[in-house]
């Protein structure tokens, strides 16, 4: 079955972590191989109801819940980003940095946003996917929140100075 459904969507979904079977099944039966009615992955997104949806009155934030949608293939994504718990992939590091952030539901639905884009772009595009592991977006998180610190910094007037540096 598995060598089947490689055929029928021209690409190993199930190489992502967190995506099985039943997933890969789920989400094929749902939305097919052919995303040509969406014409970019916000809108596939947004159908599957996995977009933060913004609510703004006169520039003030009002409500960023997504939308309520029955939708199949969104409840396996929200499945398999809930199994995030116990992974070593770079997905499931960004799922702990948003779980340690915001409540788990939103780190939940934020994860299956990441994977229904990454299923978009297997289908769309082709290709392989290669998860770069924990240790690749913590390096890149750290450099994010150095960055932001260094802007903080040169914002206010200071400099910063790593410790051996500073020694």
Request: with cysteine; aromatic share 6%; hydrophobic share 40%.
């Amino acid at each position: 079955m598995h060598t089947q459904l490689i055929e029928v969507c021209a690409v190993d979904l199930t190489r992502v972590d967190g995506i099985d079977m039943p997933t890969t099944l789920a989400v094929v039966s749902e939305i097919g191989t052919e995303l040509t009615r969406f014409p970019t992955v916000k809108h596939f997104t947004s159908w599957l109801g996995l977009c933060p949806g913004t609510k703004i009155t006169r520039g003030k934030v009002m409500s960023g819940k997504a939308r309520r949608v029955v939708n199949r293939s969104a409840q396996a994504l929200r499945l398999a980003a809930a199994a995030f718990r116990s992974s070593k992939s770079a997905v499931g590091a960004n799922f702990w940095t948003l779980g340690s952030r915001t409540d788990k539901p939103k780190a939940v639905a934020a994860a299956a946003h990441r994977l229904a884009r990454l299923i978009y772009t297997m289908l769309t595009k082709g290709g392989e996917y290669t998860d770069r592991g924990q240790d690749y977006y913590e390096q890149r998180y750290r450099g994010r929140v150095l960055r932001a610190l260094h802007q903080r910094a040169v914002k206010l007037g200071m400099r910063m100075v790593p410790l051996e540096q500073a020694a």
